[in-house]
């Protein structure tokens, strides 16, 4: 009997790896490779992630929490009123153009994360992108300079990373869940607790956004 073909057998190894690794950080988990071995449907890998967290089922909103958690940062860090904040308020009218870096910056020290609320800058990113690549074709040819390329190119990254001005979101709802999507773990009021079917849908989030796959492909018996 010929074996069924799985949905990742057409994705490089390091594109799955991506997978997992985005899915380590958004819960706060660390797989080993013995883990995997039982794993043989979606199903199977969402039983995996679920047994994995640790704290009580509930079934509360996190993007919710998350709102009120930036709702009261808002008020008490940046003077913004309370009939101001809500889940549709546009994020640039939080963040003026002009001090929206610092502010930011001081935004993410509160809530304790590392999530990335700025798109990198587009013109450093580019010509990032331009150095590595030159810097790849030199390292065969003349590798001290493919090593400066590099170097610069990696320097260029982190400079447009520290001053991209525009936002992942548009709204305080969007900020929400893209938190929630994340860093699901620090987004909950009560980061002992999780919400099975939350949890799920990001799971399918991740695998559809990075992996380019239908959603409606990622069934509980879809063989992997």
Known sequence: MKKEK???SSYDSLDIDEVVIAIEKTFHLKFDERDFEKVKTYGDFENLVLNKIEGTETEDCSSQQTFYKLRKIFIEEFNIP?????PKTQLENIFPSKNRIKK???LKDKLKTEVNFLKPDFKFSLISAIL???SIYYFFNQFLLGLFLFVIGIFCLKIAQDFGKEFNAITIGELSK???KKDYKFARKNSET???KEVKEIIKDIFSDMLDIEKSKLQYNTIL
């Open 6 to 8: 799985g949905i990742l």
């Open 82 to 86: 309370f009939e101001k904040i809500n």
């Open 104 to 106: 930011v910056s001081i």
């Open 132 to 134: 590595i690549i030159l």
């Open 178 to 180: 893209l938190m929630v």
């Open 194 to 196: 999780y919400n099975p």
